[in-house]
């Protein structure tokens, strides 16, 4: 994939496993939408930022998407918990509905969100 088919996120070195994570925008189907990366069992992750529940923000402050043991992303309005590595829902009111992944790739340091053309 061509650079300019990237957009630079973040450094690799501000993601540590099950801490904090990088809010960015992304545009998805013609909408400007909040998302998200993080780091988990050493793989970087990205998800939009919408609760399967209910379509809200899950982080409870800015770049806050674990819950207090770095095991699961949960959603500070209701609860709903997912699996970092997948975005699968784990517990809670999702119901079965996850989070959106979203492609990226790590190199030279940096994480990159794949954009499509």
């Given at each position: 994939?061509?650079?300019?088919?990237?957009?630079?996120?973040?450094?690799?070195?501000?993601?540590?496993?099950?801490?904090?994570?990088?809010?960015?925008?992304?545009?998805?189907?013609?909408?400007?939408?909040?998302?998200?990366?993080?780091?988990?069992?050493?793989?970087?992750?990205?998800?939009?930022?919408?609760?399967?529940?209910?379509?809200?923000?899950?982080?409870?402050?800015?770049?806050?998407?674990?819950?207090?043991?770095?095991?699961?992303?949960?959603?500070?309005?209701h609860g709903?918990?997912?699996?970092?590595?997948?975005?699968?829902?784990?517990?809670?009111?999702?119901?079965?509905?996850g989070l959106?992944?979203?492609?990226?790739?790590?190199?030279?340091?940096?994480?990159?969100?794949?954009?499509?053309?």
């Amino acid at each position: 994939m061509a650079e300019e088919d990237q957009k630079p996120i973040c450094e690799s070195s501000t993601l540590v496993d099950g801490a904090e994570g990088v809010r960015f925008n992304v545009t998805l189907r013609g909408e400007n939408v909040p998302a998200f990366v993080i780091r988990h069992d050493g793989v970087a992750r990205a998800f939009v930022n919408r609760c399967g529940h209910i379509p809200v923000e899950l982080d409870w402050m800015p770049g806050q998407f674990f819950d207090n043991e770095g095991l699961y992303l949960v959603c500070a309005t209701h609860g709903a918990l997912y699996a970092p590595d997948s975005g699968r829902c784990a517990g809670g009111p999702c119901n079965g509905q996850g989070l959106e992944p979203l492609p990226i790739e790590e190199r030279n340091r940096h994480i990159y969100l794949k954009v499509e053309r």
